[in-house]
């Protein structure tokens, strides 16, 4: 009767509970369990990767940037993609979807091969366009759980000052103006809509970013202790 208890309590386990619970077979266990996501959005200069090195800090997040992981492929020696991503960077444009999107799950599958328990996501600067949500929705479908989307709202001209004032330092080759007024155009144009898509699903949590850096950690934290 004992070991009878045992089975059903564990049979009433959620794979994650289980792995969690367990040494035993990580393999499997990788295989059983799907990350956590929270996306991150915003126009460039809005302060996201700021405020996500403090929510890892706080909460235990992996912090996966989208732009990040492109400029990393981008300079990896003998990568398939560089020189693509390098044309579509400089252009202020959106790249291809299946380019990110793997890039994205590499990333998520390497850190939960590595420990289980770091299931859960802030991915920074995805979904950007409808391209992007509908590659997301079919190839990451029953993949991945999206929790809620992070809104950071500024104003544009807030946004170019500072990333020409992080241009003087950061050696990113997007970090003048002519790029700036490019990706905010696109922003404007191609994510924006995607923020209102999840706005009518009641999945936006959005922070007023025009404010200090404490100001606009202060918000996201009432948001994070209230979603768990």
């Not at 929705?137 to 809104?151: E, P």
């Amino acid at each position: 009767m004992f070991y009878r208890c045992l089975l059903l309590v564990a049979a009433r386990l959620s794979p994650r509970a289980r792995c969690l619970r367990t040494a035993a077979a990580p393999r499997r266990c990788l295989l059983l369990m799907k990350p956590l996501v929270v996306f991150v959005l915003g126009g460039p200069g809005a302060g996201k990767g700021t405020q996500c090195a403090r929510i890892v800090e706080k909460y235990g997040y992996t912090h996966l940037s989208a732009g990040d992981l492109l400029r990393d492929e981008r300079k990896r020696p003998g990568s398939q993609y560089g020189e693509l991503i390098e044309k579509y960077i400089k252009e202020g444009a959106i790249v291809p979807v299946e380019i990110t999107i793997s890039l994205l799950k590499r990333a998520m599958d390497q850190t939960m091969a590595a420990n289980v328990q770091k299931y859960k996501f802030l991915i920074d600067g995805f979904p950007r366009n409808e391209d992007n949500l509908q590659g997301w929705n079919k190839t990451m479908d029953g993949k991945a759980d999206v929790s809620f989307v992070l809104f950071f709202d500024c104003d544009n001209e807030i946004c170019i000052d500072r990333c020409l004032e992080r241009g003087k330092s950061s050696g990113r080759s997007d970090d003048n103006r002519e790029s700036l007024e490019k990706r905010l155009h696109t922003y404007l144009q191609s994510t924006r809509p995607i923020i209102d898509q999840y706005e009518k699903m009641g999945k936006v949590r959005k922070v007023d970013a025009s404010k200090s850096v404490d100001e606009v950690f202060g918000k996201v934290v009432k948001i994070f202790d209230k979603e768990g």
